[in-house]
């Protein structure tokens, strides 16, 4: 089959595949099935429900499971002329994902894999919820920040920890008896639960503990704890740019979200108006009839057999022949 037949169809193959994404009814529809699968692994927490419609659930997720397996092949026909832009997506590789894994022998086999991934399938409600996508972006970009604050915050609690076994180990040991012990007692105190008992208790022991506390309580829960909040508000801006810069799955449906986008609209219509445009002119030159080479026509020459010469630039008449002036030396 020749390619550019072979490029047609994919091209009709991705527009009747992206009508069908693009409509509003199928977004509604996906959406409408996750929340119905998310229900169904909720029901099966309840053992006496389990046991008596065992059989009806377990049809039910198989029907939720080819329904998943439809909705993906109609989104990588969607993308049949141009398949790597499926897997730019980071949301259409999470989905592909969740859903080939089920298909999997040693993911089938196991009852627990298999429902941690039909539980992943809940996270796919962030598609069609424009907010949560965007939280969710920026809780990934956020990581980054995240392990920083965490390896600051680990120094941080070691530090104090010492210094509170030095002080309090001997007069305390339930609390600060060892590094792991006082470790653990400072991290509940992060929260400022119980730091009130935490700072009577070292008031008995030393006066110096109001010191050690105050200064722990203004490092730990306050500036750590704001420099946190200020790197998620960071990362929270940066993802819903992304999200705002980030072109719309498949091609554009009509209705608002085309007016929201009309400059991606324009950029579909030209390429598909080249696209057709280079399959015509392919199938002209196809075929059409091999045509003999132009050969120019001689220009006629003036009645004493003398050549006419036309200079650039003019137009003269073949009745009025310019004569070339006569060689030096004759």
Same mark, same amino acid.
């Given at each position: 089959?020749?390619?550019?037949?072979?490029?047609?169809?994919?091209?009709?193959?991705?527009?009747?595949?992206?009508?069908?994404?693009?409509?509003?009814?199928?977004?509604?529809?996906?959406?409408?099935?996750?929340?119905?699968?998310?229900?169904?692994?909720?029901?099966?927490?309840?053992?006496?429900?389990?046991?008596?419609?065992?059989?009806?659930?377990?049809?039910?997720?198989?029907?939720?499971?080819?329904?998943?397996?439809?909705?993906?092949?109609?989104?990588?026909?969607?993308?049949?002329?141009?398949?790597?832009?499926?897997?730019?997506?980071?949301?259409?590789?999470?989905?592909?994902?969740?859903?080939?894994?089920?298909?999997?022998?040693?993911?089938?086999?196991?009852?627990?894999?298999?429902?941690?991934?039909?539980?992943?399938?809940?996270?796919?409600?962030?598609?069609?919820?424009?907010?949560?996508? +965007?939280?969710?972006?920026?809780?990934?970009?956020?990581?980054?920040?995240?392990?920083?604050?965490?390896?600051?915050?680990?120094?941080?609690?070691?530090?104090?920890?010492?210094?509170?076994?030095?002080?309090?180990?001997?007069?305390?040991?339930?609390?600060?008896?060892?590094?792991?012990?006082?470790?653990?007692?400072?991290?509940?105190?992060?929260?400022?639960?119980? +730091?009130?008992?935490?700072?009577?208790?070292?008031?008995?022991?030393?006066?110096?503990?109001?010191?050690?506390?105050?200064?722990?309580?203004?490092?730990?829960?306050?500036?750590?704890?704001?420099?946190?909040?200020?790197?998620?508000?960071?990362?929270?801006?940066?993802?819903?740019?992304?999200?705002?810069?980030?072109?719309?799955?498949?091609?554009?449906?009509?209705?608002?979200?085309?007016?929201?986008?009309?400059?991606?609209?324009?950029?579909?219509?030209?390429?598909?108006?080249?696209?057709?445009?280079?399959?015509?002119?392919?199938?002209?030159?196809?075929?059409?009839?091999?045509?003999?080479?132009?050969?120019?026509?001689?220009?006629?020459?003036? #009645?004493?057999?003398?050549?006419?010469?036309?200079?650039?630039?003019?137009?003269?008449?073949?009745?009025?022949?310019?004569?070339?002036? #006569?060689?030096?030396?004759?």
């Amino acid at each position: 089959m020749p390619e550019e037949q072979v490029n047609a169809r994919r091209r009709a193959l991705a527009r009747r595949c992206g009508a069908v994404v693009g409509a509003r009814w199928f977004a509604v529809a996906v959406f409408t099935l996750i929340l119905v699968n998310a229900a169904l692994l909720g029901v099966e927490t309840y053992s006496g429900l389990a046991a008596a419609w065992h059989h009806w659930l377990r049809l039910a997720e198989q029907v939720c499971m080819a329904a998943f397996t439809v909705e993906i092949l109609l989104r990588l026909g969607a993308h049949a002329d141009r398949p790597r832009d499926f897997l730019r997506d980071p949301w259409n590789v999470f989905d592909l994902a969740v859903v080939l894994c089920a298909f999997l022998p040693v993911v089938r086999e196991n009852t627990t894999v298999l429902r941690l991934l039909r539980l992943a399938r809940v996270l796919r409600t962030a598609r069609f919820l424009p907010q949560l996508r +965007i939280v969710l972006l920026a809780v990934v970009r956020s990581l980054p920040g995240t392990l920083s604050f965490l390896l600051v915050g680990a120094l941080l609690l070691y530090m104090y920890a010492m210094v509170g076994w030095v002080f309090f180990g001997r007069h305390d040991p339930e609390h600060y008896g060892s590094i792991g012990r006082a470790a653990l007692t400072l991290f509940l105190l992060m929260t400022l639960d119980g +730091i009130g008992d935490a700072v009577h208790a070292g008031l008995d022991i030393s006066r110096w503990s109001l010191l050690y506390y105050a200064s722990y309580v203004l490092l730990a829960s306050f500036v750590l704890v704001n420099v946190l909040i200020g790197v998620v508000i960071t990362s929270l801006d940066e993802a819903r740019e992304l999200d705002r810069r980030q072109p719309p799955d498949g091609p554009l449906p009509p209705g608002p979200r085309t007016a929201e986008h009309p400059l991606l609209l324009r950029v579909e219509t030209v390429r598909r108006a080249l696209d057709d445009l280079e399959h015509d002119l392919a199938r002209s030159a196809a075929t059409a009839p091999p045509t003999a080479a132009a050969v120019p026509a001689p220009r006629p020459a003036a #009645p004493d057999g003398t050549r006419t010469v036309r200079p650039y630039g003019t137009t003269v008449s073949p009745a009025v022949p310019v004569r070339q002036p #006569p060689a030096p030396g004759t």
